[in-house]
């Protein structure tokens, strides 16, 4: 066999190996249900489709909920570590961003009680 020969060989199977996976695709895409709205949406049917819903999602978070707890406190814990790992960076970090932008917020501060200070001279007026 030569290299041309094989190529044509792969690429006959690949065709197929696709033509295969579509056609599943295909199968279980008609194999779901089709739904009624008409039935769906009537009043007692809806009602109790909603009760269903609801009860389903309470259900769900219970079920999660130990875990839930579980991970938000093991996220706190690692947080406490780290900080306490790295306080003084993080504090010399903090001082060295409070320095940096101590120019800027006395720009902005001084900006903004200037616009409160027109928009009530401008109440005052009306």
Do not use: T
């Amino acid at each position: 066999m030569n290299l041309d020969e094989l190529r044509k060989i792969r690429k006959e199977n690949l065709l197929a190996h696709k033509k295969k996976k579509r056609e599943y695709y295909l199968k279980s895409k008609f194999k779901k249900k089709v739904i009624d709205y008409e039935d769906e949406l009537k009043d007692l049917n809806f009602i109790s489709k909603i009760k269903e819903i609801a009860h389903n999602q309470k259900l769900y978070v219970d079920k999660r909920m130990d875990s839930i707890k579980k991970k938000l406190n093991e996220y706190k814990e690692f947080k406490k570590e780290y900080y306490n790992q790295n306080k003084e960076k993080i504090l010399e970090y903090n001082k060295e961003y409070r320095e940096r932008k101590k120019e800027e917020l006395k720009q902005y501060r001084k900006d903004y009680y200037k616009k409160l200070k027109e928009n009530e001279n401008k109440l005052e007026k009306e």
